[in-house]
């Protein structure tokens, strides 16, 4: 039943080596977020797709990077992780203006 | 630049006791609003929504928002929580400039005192 799906559901990485996380979805929703959620903090935007155009925030990290290989699949790559990105990275899905479905998330340890 | 404010961090209740939390945001476009909740260690769950219409919103588990456009504000409200509220409570609003963007409050602690 689960319509968005993160892997892994943890991640343990050593500082400076590259990991990607996944996304996919079985709504055919064409919008994918990817939201970084710190402890107690609220789930923020790290960039989306819009279809196929993909959109950056302003602040967002050149060491985080997206691909979207089609409607289904998306993956967020850190190129060089610091131990500042320990976080809950969240993928999220939406139909243009709808509401949107979260997956459980990932969370990403940096040691 | 759009943002989302909610003004009550953490917030403890007695069970039964009514609830409201504060949600504001700035954005002078057509908004579509958002409650989420988040139950400890478990993904965002929808709350309720509004797109347009009656601005006095009904969501699941006996939650409701009110929209009012001049305040830009859309509280959430229960009249009787339970110990099983006890959650984040995360105010969202999408926006439309040339893209939809997603953006969420900083969040609301709640903890029901059983």
């Known amino acids: 039943d689960a319509m968005v799906i993160q892997n892994p559901r943890y991640q343990v990485t050593q500082f400076g080596k590259p990991v990607t996380l996944s996304c996919s979805q079985t709504?055919?929703?064409?919008?994918m977020y990817w939201y970084q959620q710190k402890s107690s903090q609220a789930p923020k935007l790290l960039f989306h797709?819009?279809?196929?155009?993909?959109?950056n925030e302003a602040d967002t990290p050149d060491n985080f990077q997206s691909r979207r290989p089609n409607t289904s699949f998306c993956f967020l790559d850190i190129r060089s992780p610091g131990l500042g990105d320990t976080a809950m990275y969240l993928c999220?899905?939406?139909?243009?203006?709808?509401?949107?479905?979260f997956g459980q998330g990932t969370r990403l340890t940096v040691v | 630049a759009q943002s989302v404010s909610q003004h009550n961090h953490h917030v403890i209740l007695s069970e039964a006791a009514s609830l409201e939390l504060g949600c504001n945001y700035s954005y002078g476009g057509t908004v579509n609003l958002f409650w989420y909740v988040q139950y400890p260690g478990q993904h965002l769950q929808l709350l309720l929504k509004?797109?347009?219409?009656?601005?006095l919103v009904k969501g699941i588990k006996g939650f409701e928002a009110e929209f009012i456009k001049s305040k830009f504000s859309f509280n959430l409200r229960k009249p009787s929580v339970q110990w099983s509220d006890t959650a984040e409570y995360f105010c969202?609003?999408?926006?439309?400039?040339?893209?939809?963007?997603?953006?969420f409050g900083t969040g609301t602690r709640l903890k029901v005192l059983a």
């Open positions: 999220a899905t939406s139909r243009d203006r709808a509401e949107a479905f």
């Open positions: 509004y797109f347009s219409g009656d601005p």
């Open positions: 969202a609003v999408i926006t439309y400039s040339g893209t939809y963007k997603y953006i």
């Open positions: 797709y819009y279809d196929k155009d993909f959109n």
């Open positions: 709504l055919n929703h064409n919008v």
